[in-house]
């Protein structure tokens, strides 16, 4: 779920470093700030650049150069300012006060785009593993947001929208000890959070910009499960705060079918990580997945896994350190009792991706995963392995305390009440195109136009809207492909082939309700 790297675009000497961002006056001070609350006012401006100074930047290199392609030329300047505020902690049982950070972006400049009253997109972001990571720091290219960051400010703030977007409680400078993976309550309420604190900002930045009503909410593969249950949570409150459209990309909604999925043997690429942060995210909510993490961990590496994620590795050295195993989430012993499940045995390009979750040094214990999957085949989910139309959603009289987490964090059950789109690839081996964007697009069948589901990883019809979106997907798997073959493109698909185009069918998307 990690999103794609873009290549160091050089700022140079048209970046201006703020007051307060490097130094100077730090203004009105709040170390312990209700939800929603600033820490500091006025808040740092990191950094500044006018339309054209950022299409020269963009244009320097050829990774800017194809960005472009999909963005389109700056029309706006764009002030990028660094928030801190109060939010909670993901314990149901004992609610926890915490801060966390994010980036306010504001388009400027004269162009009619670019002032009056400028619509907001809510934006969530995709898995990342360094606690670092912050989506304000554009002075530093080194740091794992930078490339996103750029992404977001040539897509949405050069084009006019104001962007909103945290880091998450646990990353940057947040006081949180861990990351509230996957708890759709938890993020939830974070992201209206940072969305209070951005509009309580608004008015004290340089730039002066003022939001409009129109509020965008979009995120990719961990964003997009956030962004769905965050259009579910506001216009669950009373009064709803109004959400002119959303589009969740790429995300794992029907999360119980995908955890299940999993558990049966589908082991998808990137397992090893995303388990061990829904486990320690679900025992820090809940207080129930495990009585030690030995429980469910092979020895090796259930000492100190709790604090692992987020930290200070990034993907390479997580493996390589021995921290986690690369690959394998499973023993490819089976465990007594569960046969054919493991591992795949068959020749064809998702057994072979499955099989590769299978080895001898394991994450996993099989005590722990026969458990689950004893618990699956008794209490089975709606969806996985088998469709039973009685029993659409995740299953409510799950045992496994892991299993009623998952279910709990399920985004099945909800209908929104305005636009929404839905965008994938269906080779995903990441975040499985059929059990989480197909089981949602039909369950909300019968919602008509007020849903649209896209797979950009199929054939353009007749009068298609995103007929480009899908042209340039199909030529970036074909160079891909060309590149280093079928291999290449399933190392590739979820964390770089899918995002840009996801993200520029999502700003197509929005264009129609501005």
Not at 287 to 303: C, H, L, M, Q
Not at 458 to 487: C, E, L, M, R, W
Request: charged fraction near 10%; include cysteine.
């Amino acid at each position: 779920m990690q999103w794609f790297k873009l290549g160091a675009i050089a700022l140079g000497a048209a970046v201006l470093t703020a007051c307060g961002g490097g130094g100077g006056p730090l203004g009105s001070q709040n170390n312990d700030p209700n939800r929603g609350a600033l820490m500091q006012t006025p808040v740092p401006r990191i950094a500044g650049v006018s339309a054209a100074e950022f299409t020269a930047m963009l244009n320097a290199d050829a990774t800017g150069q194809n960005l472009l392609q999909l963005t389109g030329n700056p029309v706006c300047g764009v002030d990028v300012n660094y928030i801190k505020y109060g939010t909670v902690g993901g314990s149901s049982a004992n609610p926890e006060r915490t801060t966390a950070s994010g980036v306010v972006m504001v388009p400027t400049g004269t162009a009619a785009a670019c002032t009056g009253p400028r619509p907001i997109v809510l934006y969530a972001h995709g898995t990342v593993i360094e606690k670092r990571y912050n989506l304000a720091d554009w002075t530093d290219r080194t740091n794992p947001a930078f490339s996103e960051s750029t992404l977001l400010a040539a897509m949405y703030a050069a084009q006019g929208y104001i962007v909103v977007a945290p880091n998450y409680a646990g990353y940057d400078s947040s006081t949180l000890p861990y990351h509230p993976y996957l708890n759709a309550d938890q993020e939830s309420k974070e992201m209206i959070d940072a969305l209070s604190a951005a509009k309580l900002a608004l008015p004290t930045l340089m730039s002066a910009t003022t939001a409009s009503a129109k509020l965008f909410i979009t995120g990719y593969s961990q964003g997009g499960h956030v962004a769905m249950a965050t259009h579910r949570a506001m216009q669950a409150l009373t009064p709803p705060i109004p959400v002119t459209a959303s589009a969740p990309l790429s995300g794992p909604y029907a999360l119980a079918a995908q955890s299940d999925s999993t558990f049966f043997g589908m082991v998808n690429a990137g397992g090893t990580v995303f388990s061990p942060m829904i486990f320690t995210s679900y025992q820090k909510a809940y207080g129930n997945v495990y009585s030690s993490p030995s429980d469910i961990y092979e020895s090796a590496f259930a000492t100190g896994i709790e604090s692992l994620l987020p930290g200070s590795y990034n993907w390479t050295t997580l493996f390589t350190s021995g921290k986690l195993p690369q690959l394998a989430l499973f023993s490819s012993t089976a465990p007594t009792g569960l046969g054919a499940q493991t591992p795949p045995t068959g020749t064809g390009a998702t057994d072979a991706l499955f099989a590769a979750g299978f080895g001898t040094t394991n994450l996993i214990k099989n005590s722990a995963r026969l458990a689950y999957v004893a618990d699956a085949m008794a209490h089975p989910d709606g969806v996985f392995p088998t469709v039973n139309s009685g029993n659409p959603l995740a299953s409510s009289t799950a045992a496994s305390p892991l299993r009623q987490a998952a279910a709990r964090n399920d985004l099945r059950g909800w209908t929104p009440a305005s636009p929404v789109l839905l965008c994938a690839g269906n080779g995903d081996p990441t975040v499985f195109y059929a059990l989480n964007t197909g089981v949602m697009s039909t369950l909300w069948t019968g919602l008509g136009s007020l849903v649209t589901t896209l797979d950009v990883d199929s054939a353009a019809t007749q009068n298609d809207p995103f007929a480009a979106v899908k042209a340039g997907f199909a030529s970036a798997k074909t160079a891909t492909y060309t590149a280093g073959g079928a291999a290449a493109v399933v190392g590739a698909y979820h964390g770089t082939l899918v995002p840009p185009f996801c993200t520029a069918a999502a700003r197509g998307f929005f264009s129609n309700f501005l």
